[in-house]
């Protein structure tokens, strides 16, 4: 399985991004998506997650309002409204049968996109 996020880059505060998630064979109708993110000198960290059939999505209390989580049949895509510059970091997918939260629970990982936002 192969995971590839793609979409990020530098943005002001308060603007937006879209990020999107591309995976090998039917990873996503067989698996927990779910995006992470890693900032400099810190854990890496839930931010939103959606379950194999799409009808469920769960988000980090600290993007809640601003991020959505949603999946078509090819990919999934967080799209990032209202970033602030605490919203920096390399933005991780990940997939795996379990979730939605802990990094543990994914098997898959892609290799990450890096969002810069500047304030």
């Known amino acids: 399985v192969q995971l590839q996020a793609f979409g990020g880059g530098l943005v002001q505060a308060g603007g937006s991004l879209r990020l999107s998630c591309a995976a090998s064979g039917r990873t996503f109708s067989s698996n927990t998506v779910g995006w992470f993110r890693q900032a400099p000198g810190k854990e890496r960290e839930f931010v939103a997650a959606i379950n194999r059939i799409g009808m469920r999505t769960y988000y980090a209390d600290s993007v809640k309002g601003r991020f959505t989580i949603s999946r078509d049949n090819a990919q999934v895509y967080l799209q990032m409204n209202s970033l602030q510059p605490e919203d920096t970091a390399v933005y991780y997918c990940?997939?795996?049968?379990?979730?939605?939260?802990?990094?543990?629970?994914?098997?898959?990982w892609g290799q990450g996109t890096l969002v810069t936002v500047s304030s």
């Open positions: 990940a997939a795996g049968p379990m979730g939605p939260y802990y990094v543990p629970n994914y098997a898959y």
